[in-house]
């Protein structure tokens, strides 16, 4: 299949599962309340540090790889298998720890139970998607990220209207997996068998890029902990639904990158259409990217009052600033997607070292001066990791 049918497939079905997730956010947000979402993010926190130790970055050395035997295939999926288990009770004991750093935490044991489920359906599924990635096939993964999306927004504002709360949340939350590794793993031909081979040729890869998406998953929910110990639920719920929909949209983009990009980028290898396609696909993503967060800065505080409620006006406010990071996220990731298909990952993660170095004085301006000068000093550091890595080229 071709690059353009795939790239049809994979942005169409991202538009129509963020239009669906959106339109459904503005619905949920009218019944549920910034407190909702502040225990949710506690919960996400969790989710997002933990994510990297699911697979330790195995499925994207799978992918870099490119040629990759059915017996090591069937030994990652048993390795993922184990390690989401280990996630899925990581998971369970680190949120009731919680409790015991935070005098006025919110406890949800019950709703923490059901979200960490998530860990088990991916350590399931996972693999059959990144066959199916590997084989190029983006025809099955776009169908099943639209059903997945449609299915769970429905759940979660007939669960919201109802009155259920941060439930509503968390099995909208849990059924978007669940659809998504189920489907992926039946609709897969490839089917894992009881055997086992050495996987070490994927440590070096695997190594350094699961040590990069830690610091990433780890520093990007610092934030929401830090407004927790220093703010208010309705600030920090304020910033929660804000930053979600920001990530929403960051991690939709970051998908079609790396599901499209990745692939293609590891069978051209170093070749000079490679390259070309690298240099077009930052070039439009910039231009898109820049001009949807330049709309949204001087319109989100306005749309988040007409279609989620005067409540949640100072989210509005966030939201406007967070969107520019959309932009600024988006060019990084293609780079540093274009780099990790060439094996590059130490330089990547030499880069993302001094990033989340300089992210640390982002957290001291959280500290001091507030959430807005916060947002403005983490689009600064976007700007700085891009600019390094656009001169390494």
Known sequence: MSFLKNLTYEFSSKVLSQAVVLLGSVFMTRFLTPADYASFGIMMV?????????????????????????????????VILTLGFICFLTFNLSYYGLTFVFDDFA?????????????????????????????????I??????????????????????GYGIFALVWSFLLRYALQFTL?????????????????????????????????NLFSQIDILLIQFVGSSLMLGSYVKAKSIQQQLSNSLYQVINNLLLPYFSKGNKTQSSKILFNRSILVTFLITLSIALILFFTAEHLFVIFFGEVWRTSGQYFGLLSFLICTQSVYQIAEVYYNSLGETKFTLRVNLLGKGLFLGCLIVLYFFGILPFIISMILVNMLAILILKIKL
């Open 46 to 78: 969790i989710v997002v540090t933990l994510n990297v130790f699911q697979d330790f970055s195995l499925h994207e050395a799978l992918i870099q790889k490119n040629q990759v035997s059915d017996k090591e295939l069937s030994t990652a999926f048993w």
């Open 107 to 139: 406890y949800q044991p019950l709703a923490a139970f059901i979200l960490s489920l998530c860990f088990l359906f991916e350590g399931w599924g996972g693999l059959s998607m990144t066959k199916l990635k590997i084989d190029l096939n983006f025809k």
């Open 141 to 162: 993964t776009s169908i099943v990220y639209t059903i997945s999306s449609l299915s769970s927004t429905l759940l979660g504002l007939i669960m919201a209207y109802q």
């Open 184 to 216: 992926f793993y039946f609709l897969c031909l490839w089917k894992p068998k009881v055997e086992r081979t050495s996987l070490a040729s994927f440590y070096p890869y695997m190594k350094t890029r699961s040590t990069s998406v830690f610091l990433n």
